[in-house]
T-cell receptor, first 109, second 120 residues
């Protein structure tokens, strides 16, 4: 499975867009990029996933570069409740998710 | 739709004691997972069930950990005897698909709130 690299922590002002980067330079063609987040004292929560194309849902947008070596999760209008650890996972079909240490996003008032 | 239920939420035991955790997945989800999450780390998969059969238990310390999913619904995870290094949050998750990448990657996992274990 491709290794992913994320910054250990980031801050974002409330109401602004939060852009969380993820590097997956060794990703293979059949690996999806998944994003989960984990709010303190809760289990991880699925956010979004993608293979090649950019994706958007009610929670976030996922931008994957054309070469698929990196991606960015965008929370368009961050709120205090978005403070959490965000995990970027590259997972091939037929394999299970492997969580790294993620990025601690702190949304500041 | 009810989420994944786990109990107890907290447990404190002394080393060498036994402990058991219970999980009730989302109704209809055939796949059930147990994860261990040590403080400051991401969750680590311990075991995966498909209905009542084990799909992957390669990272389960089988000398002290055991898990079962009788009747393919609820599951229990047991530690016997516990060690200090077992202090962690134990998360249960379920999914409608065997692997996340099936069905266009839509097989996302739904996690329970976890059981926080402290071994003294």
């Amino acid at each position: 499975d491709a290794k992913t690299t994320q910054p250990p922590s980031m801050d974002c002002a409330e109401g602004r867009a939060a852009n969380l980067p993820c590097n997956h330079s060794t990703i293979s063609g059949n690996e999806y990029v998944y994003w989960y987040r984990q709010i303190h004292s809760q289990g991880p929560q699925y956010i979004i996933h993608g293979l090649k194309n950019n994706e958007t849902n009610e929670m976030a947008s996922l931008i994957i570069t054309e070469d698929r070596k990196s991606s960015t999760l965008i929370l368009p209008h961050a709120t205090l409740r978005d403070t959490a650890v965000y995990y970027c996972i590259a997972c091939p079909v037929g394999r299970q998710l492997t969580f790294g240490s993620g990025t601690q996003l702190t949304v500041l008032p | 739709e009810a989420g994944v239920a786990q109990s107890p939420r907290y447990k404190i035991i002394e080393k060498r004691q036994s402990v058991a955790f219970w999980c009730n997945p989302i109704s209809g989800h055939a796949t059930l997972y147990w994860y261990q999450q040590i403080l400051g780390q991401g969750p680590k998969l311990l075991i995966q069930f498909q209905n009542n059969g084990v799909v992957d238990d390669s990272q389960l310390p089988k000398d002290r950990f055991s898990a079962e999913r009788l009747k393919g619904v609820d599951s229990t995870l047991k530690i016997q005897p516990a060690k200090l290094e077992d202090s962690a949050v134990y998360l249960c998750a379920s999914s409608s698909l065997r692997y996340p990448g099936l069905a266009g990657g839509a097989g996302s996992q739904y996690f329970g709130p976890g059981t926080r274990l402290l071994v003294l």
